[in-house]
């Protein structure tokens, strides 16, 4: 090798080492233009000048002559070791004399691709080198190919280091970092193998340690991943992209509530009725705390169909994009489906290659939104709670929540498990990464409120005006004496001047009252079934009927409580508890620009409904409910409080549990590690499981052939896991395998193929599928 030759290789694809630390550079300059809360979370002033130091120094164990031939392909005697251990000695080249902070670089590029623990494992004791020299090398080369003195001595080319130590000092003033480097050479006989030195490291959790170890490691991961990626470009909020707010403030005469938001510069809660634009809300309020101070921005929403829709609202808002186009830059999304949303934006090819294209481009994007590289990223909260049970890359995800803007919509949408673990998670963001948080809700207890106020500490709560409430009346409650369809075939009489809206508690009684509405003559192309059990592709075309306004009889269940902007006029819904009630409500003249309408509560449900609903809240709801006719939204609050006065025993108990043990859990997240137990715990949280119906399997099988994976999977219906062991014990289910060549190689790909029926209009029935494809299980 050529000692002068400054082309040494970083990567096997040709990206030099100089080319790489470049590539990282330019994110950790994005990094810090929009993270500046990171110096004060961790009270290092000096952080970024160290953070530059690690990326800088992260990769210089791969000029390592033997690792140098390995990315060339040529025989060597590499030895599958890890770069980063070389790379630790010309750290000691930097002029920094607390060694405190010298420490925090090595432990960084130690650590940033194998955990501590890791490293330890592969680590050989002397006396392993000692046995395996005289066993397997001696014979072949005069050293161990894992001796780190001996390699460090033979392997470096000292004429490429000094090179790349001059254009440390070059590079270093492009970024304003004012570190120097000793003029001393490393003393190379007093070198130990740093895995044995600095591998055990522990600090005390939460503090100022803590937090320096974590945020420098994440900021080194972040910067070779992404650099890795050859991403060009962090984005970032700006005013001009709140423009859209001075168009809506001159068009619209602001609530009460909407101008406090927009005043407001710190952590708030809002709580104001459905559709009395609690987004522009949250926006006006983002637009204060973002000038303020930048950060990342979390959209948190409880469905997909609403976090889908708003990612639209929103690139409209502030990109001005329409649906259909480039999927935006500055809006991320996350959640289960992203895949499929995502597809959206490209057509199917009519080759394999188009196809492979295709998913490469989806996959581009998809990595791009989890990299988090847009500002604003709409989401559930299970894709932030992630991070708390410590799963792998858990440290990247608290990097960029440090400084971040939460705006919380829907927080009443969880159980109480969930909402005591978001409430952990929020006071940990809150108090220790200075993050800003909007909670918004329609229709939460004042306990819970309460519960809300005391762990985050947030004392500006806005509330809609009393006056502006007590004008709004839209709902005239009528409870009927039955259920929902003794109903319909006793009391229903639909007029086509009008939109009627359904809402049933489970799956199978939303198709009965389809059926049973059929029955009666409807013009079956305004009639819209929507529910968990169809597949993607028969959920999308249903979303556009509805959202194109050509749906004039709505059934479903509870996902329409939250999940899609939609307007009617007339509600029948089976019972449940108050505030699911409300917002089932909230679909029915959502904007109070038509007469009153009425709302038919049966009081009768079905007899699955108590594995969905608490019994004895459902009761206390209609026992409420029977003194009311018009709801004037003032009295809902109150309505609330009526029926949820706090807790139940039961879940008391588990709130404080849940609290406890989720704090507690918190102190496995430690620097340079990975905690497989909670990951495993996290992903545990997810019931459902993806079944082929039998009757999409032959056109499954030739998607998949075509490399259309993407589009294969939307014929997926997703169950829950109890429902998947019934119908797998039963024999209703069975794996079957797909072998397919990609780039030449067989790929054995398993689909679970559930034997019941499938209608376009019913989604997934409780009936045996007589008539399929005849395929062969195993």
């Known amino acids: 090798m050529d000692n002068g030759n400054l082309s040494i290789l970083a990567k096997s694809d040709g990206t030099t080492l100089i080319e790489h630390i470049n590539d990282a550079l330019l994110i950790f300059k994005y990094l810090k233009e929009i993270l500046p809360t990171i110096v004060k979370i961790t009270e290092l002033k000096d952080f970024w000048d160290l953070l530059f130091c690690a990326i800088f120094f992260h990769d210089f164990g791969k000029m390592h002559v033997e690792f140098q031939k390995k990315l060339r392909g040529e025989k060597n005697y590499w030895e599958s070791q890890r770069h980063e251990i070389y790379s630790i000695p010309f750290v000691y080249k930097l002029n920094i004399k607390d060694k405190s902070k010298l420490g925090l670089i090595i432990r960084a590029i130690l650590s940033h691709h194998k955990s501590f623990e890791e490293l330890k494992k592969s680590a050989l004791t002397n006396d392993d080198l000692k046995f395996e020299f005289q066993t397997q090398w001696k014979n072949k080369i005069p050293y161990h190919p894992k001796d780190f003195l001996e390699n460090f001595k033979r392997n470096f080319p000292k004429k490429i280091i000094y090179s790349y130590l001059q254009m440390f000092n070059k590079i270093k003033r492009q ?84 101008k406090k938001s927009f005043e407001t510069k710190e952590s ?176 939460l207890p004042t ?93 999308n075309l249903k979303e556009e009927k509805l959202l194109n306004d050509k749906t004039r009889i709505l059934i479903g269940t509870q996902t329409i409580e939250v999940s899609l902007d939609i307007d009617f006029d007339v509600m029948i819904t089976e019972p449940a508890p108050i505030d699911a009630l409300v917002q089932r409500f909230g679909r029915v003249n959502r904007n109070a620009k038509k007469a009153i309408s009425p709302i038919y509560v049966c009081k009768e449900g079905g007899e699955c409904d108590r594995y969905i609903y608490p019994i004895d809240r459902i009761e206390k ?74 009757i999409f399997y032959e056109q499954y099988k030739s998607l998949l052939e075509n490399y259309d994976f993407i589009e294969a999977d939307k014929l997926m219906v997703k169950i829950n896991r109890n429902f998947f062991f019934k119908y797998r014990d039963k024999g209703l289910i069975e794996p079957h395998q797909i072998i397919i060549e990609l780039n030449e190689k067989p790929i054995e790909h398993i689909v679970h193929v559930i034997k019941l029926k499938y209608d376009k209009n019913l989604g997934l029935l409780e009936i045996e599928e007589n008539h399929s494809p005849a395929i062969e299980m195993w």
């Not at 959206?344 to 990595?367: A, M, P, R």
């Not at 507690?664 to 497989?676: D, I, Q």
């Open 268 to 443: 708030a809660i809002l709580i104001a009725p459905t559709g009395s634009g609690k987004t522009e809300s949250a926006l006006g309020w983002l637009k204060n705390v973002i000038k303020n101070r930048q950060g990342r921005v979390f959209y948190i929403l409880p469905y997909t169909a609403s976090i889908n829709a708003m990612h639209k609202r929103l690139m409209k808002y502030i990109e001005n994009i329409e649906k259909n186009k480039q999927p935006s830059s500055m809006i991320g999304i996350l959640h289960g489906n992203l895949p499929h949303y995502i597809s959206e934006y490209f057509t199917t090819g009519h080759s394999k290659n188009e196809n492979l294209q295709k998913n490469i481009k989806i996959k581009k994007i998809i990595e791009q939104y989890r990299n988090l590289i847009s500002p604003i990223i709409i989401a559930t909260p299970f894709q932030l709670l992630k991070y708390f049970f410590g799963i792998k890359g858990f440290e990247k995800g608290l990097f960029f929540l440090s400084g971040a803007k939460l705006i919380f919509d829907e927080i009443h949408a969880y159980d109480v498990q969930t909402f005591a673990q978001i409430l952990v998670m929020l006071k940990f963001l809150k108090k220790y990464l200075h993050n800003d948080i909007f909670i918004m809700t329609a229709t």
């Open 175 to 258: 970024y304003g970092v004012t570190i120097e480097l000793k003029k001393e050479k490393i003393l190379v006989d007093e070198l130990q193998n740093p895995v044995k030195v600095y591998c055990d490291f522990y600090c005390n959790y939460l503090s100022k340690e803590y937090f320096q170890n974590l945020l420098l490691w994440a900021g080194l991961k972040i910067s070779d991943h992404l650099g890795s990626a050859k991403i060009k470009r962090i984005y970032k909020l700006d005013d001009k992209d709140f423009d859209y707010l001075s168009d809506f403030t001159r068009k619209h005469s602001l609530y009460e509530h909407q």
């Open 621 to 694: 709801t209609i026992s409420v409910l029977e003194n009311v006719s018009e709801i004037n939204e003032s009295q809902l609050q109150n309505l609330l409080d009526e029926v949820y006065p706090d807790w139940s025993e039961n879940e008391q108990k588990n709130f404080n549990n849940t609290i406890k043990l989720f704090e507690e859990s918190l102190k496995s997240l430690m620097p340079y590690s990975f905690c497989k137990e909670g990951e495993e715990r996290f992903y545990s949280k997810f019931t459902d499981v993806k079944v082929l119906p039998i």
């Open 447 to 539: 306990f819970m409120i309460n519960h809300i106020k005391q762990q985050l500490e947030i004392k500006n709560v806005i509330e809609t005006d009393n006056r502006f409430l007590s004008q709004l009346k839209r709902h005239k409650i009528i409870l009927f004496d039955g259920n929902i369809i003794d109903f319909i075939e006793k009391q229903l009489n639909i007029t086509k001047s009008k939109k009627y809206i359904f809402v049933c508690n489970t799956v199978s009684r939303s198709q009965e009252v389809y059926k049973k509405l059929l029955d009666l003559d409807v013009n079956e192309s305004e009639v819209t079934l929507l529910h968990s059990r169809f597949n993607q592709y028969d959920r």
